[in-house]
């Protein structure tokens, strides 16, 4: 009789539908979220495990390549509308990297070292 009753409650625990059995969830910042990567935010990713434990890390921005980078609210690194540049440290004139910039007196281009003064030479 005890394994009659046994076989029974297997019976009934395997015939549950799949939509009853309770599925993994992870709370964040008050949200909820399923198992696997999410992003909460533009600059922040985030996994969530089969366990419901959040693990996060921000996103790393490398340093903008020009001497105008602006914030896209969409992005979450600075991007450079007008590509990699320099400016003239004497006026704040922005000179487009791999151009010569003359203004009459002195002619000027960006370094190749990666340095955002540009280099100018009195002609």
């Keep these: 009789m005890y394994s009659k009753v046994l076989l029974s409650l297997f019976a009934v625990a395997c015939a549950l539908p799949t939509d009853l059995v309770p599925t993994p969830q992870c709370l964040y910042n008050g949200h909820i979220y399923p198992p696997g990567a999410f992003q909460p935010s533009v600059c922040v990713?985030?996994?969530?495990?089969?366990?419901?434990q959040v693990t996060c890390a921000p996103q790393f921005c490398p340093p903008p390549i020009c001497v105008d980078a602006v914030k896209?609210?969409?992005?979450?690194?600075?991007v450079c509308?007008?590509?990699?540049?320099?400016?003239?440290?004497?006026?704040g004139t922005v000179v487009k990297f791999g151009e010569n910039y003359f203004d009459g007196s002195q002619e000027c281009h960006c370094p190749s070292h990666g340095s955002f003064e540009a280099e100018c030479i009195y002609v």
């Design 72 to 78: 896209d609210p969409s992005k979450c690194c600075p």
């Design 81 to 91: 509308p007008n590509g990699r540049n320099c400016r003239i440290s004497g006026d």
């Design 45 to 52: 990713h985030c996994q969530c495990s089969s366990t419901g």
